[in-house]
């Protein structure tokens, strides 16, 4: 899918330098699913996203820490402020549950996100 989308942005906008696709995915399904791996190509990568109680020693093994095309988005990263408490319940299953309920979820993720998955209709998500 990765692939099909690269290709498809690119040849449709048609700009000077390729834009990449970046696949984001939780730590849990890094770990469970050894295809994902095979995302970590130039034009792509893959955004893995800590959950708790789950082990980092793959994604933050020298092989993965030294590859360009995969970014590892940890619970301890200055940046983030929110607590490991929050982190728990935080998915993408769950924003797309809260918005179906027309619950608050702007703490959960990016306004752009959020845009976006309003303008998918209910029945898709």
Known sequence: ????????????????????????????????????????????????IYRPGEDQRLVTSKTIRNDPNVFYVSANEEHIKISTTELDDISSTLIRQKLKRNEACEHLTYPSVLDYLKTIPLKDQ
């Open 1 to 48: 899918v990765t692939q099909s989308l690269y290709k498809y942005v690119n040849k449709k906008l048609n700009l000077p330098k390729a834009i990449r696709v970046i696949y984001v995915v939780g730590l849990d399904s890094f770990n469970r699913y050894k295809g994902l791996r095979s995302l970590r190509k130039p034009q792509g990568g893959i955004a893995v």
